[in-house]
T-cell receptor, first 113, second 112 residues
Framework: GAGVSQSPSNKVTEKGKDVELRCDPISGHTALYWYRQSLGQGLEFLIYFQGNSAPDKSGLPSDRFSAERTGGSVSTLTIQRTQQEDSAVYLC???????????FGPGTRLTVL | KNEVEQSPQNLTAQEGEFITINCSYSVGISALHWLQQHPGGGIVSLFMLSSGKKKHGRLIATINIQEKHSSLHITASHPRDSAVYICAVRSYIIQGAQKLVFGQGTRLTINP
């Protein structure tokens, strides 16, 4: 079946612009996670959803970052007023429940000029 | 100190060698994951374990909860095993227990 998909695969934007990143999880997966991987750095947790709610927002780096999930499916991660330090690969993962193996999408490479 | 430490950071070996990558963590956990990230960037979950040992093909993962340590072994290594291997823990002590905390990864290169 289809895996986790993310769009766009690449995004280049100018500093100060807003961007929206999209994640389509595997159908039926109730848990959805956002991570980012900066150049040369390890993976960093951003936020997770259980259904449409986000019980843990502790990983969001600043109030410029927000995320939502609608219909227990698609999620969007929005970064407002992008900064150069936001440049990274943003990864989405989903799992049937929070205690299960996570399936990762291919990521969105964001470059802020 | 990072909550999850991996060693070595880089490992180069010849095809056929037995490979061991180590992961130590400093918090109580509910599960530990081993992930593989190929040069193209895609991440694949290899194992999720909370006790004992799991085997899949040439890959074996073990965990010792008392010692807060896990190992990933690759038998009869092959150049296609070249990737970054990442250890991640799901902790019930770190705020937000359903997130994963990641190690920095081990870059493995297997030469023909």
């Amino acid at each position: 079946g289809a895996g986790v998909s993310q769009s766009p695969s690449n995004k280049v934007t100018e500093k100060g612009k807003d961007v929206e990143l999209r994640c389509d999880p595997i159908s039926g997966h109730t848990a959805l996670y956002w991570y980012r991987q900066s150049l040369g750095q390890g993976l960093e947790f951003l936020i997770y959803f259980q259904g449409n709610s986000a019980p843990d927002k502790s990983g969001l780096p600043s109030d410029r970052f927000s995320a939502e999930r609608t219909g227990g499916s698609v999620s969007t991660l929005t970064i407002q007023r992008t900064q150069q330090e936001d440049s990274a690969v943003y990864l989405c993962a989903s799992s049937p429940v929070t205690t299960d193996t996570q399936y990762f999408g291919p990521g969105t490479r964001l470059t802020v000029l | 100190k990072n909550e999850v430490e991996q060693s070595p950071q880089n490992l180069t070996a010849q095809e056929g060698e037995f490979i061991t990558i180590n992961c130590s963590y400093s918090v109580g956990i509910s599960a530990l994951h081993w992930l593989q990230q190929h040069p193209g960037g895609g991440i694949v979950s290899l194992f999720m374990l909370s006790s004992g040992k799991k085997k899949h093909g040439r890959l074996i993962a073990t965990i010792n909860i008392q010692e807060k340590h896990s190992s990933l072994h690759i038998t009869a290594s092959h150049p296609r095993d070249s990737a970054v291997y990442i250890c991640a823990v799901r902790s019930y002590i770190i705020q937000g227990a359903q997130k994963l905390v990641f190690g920095q990864g081990t870059r493995l290169t297997i030469n023909p």
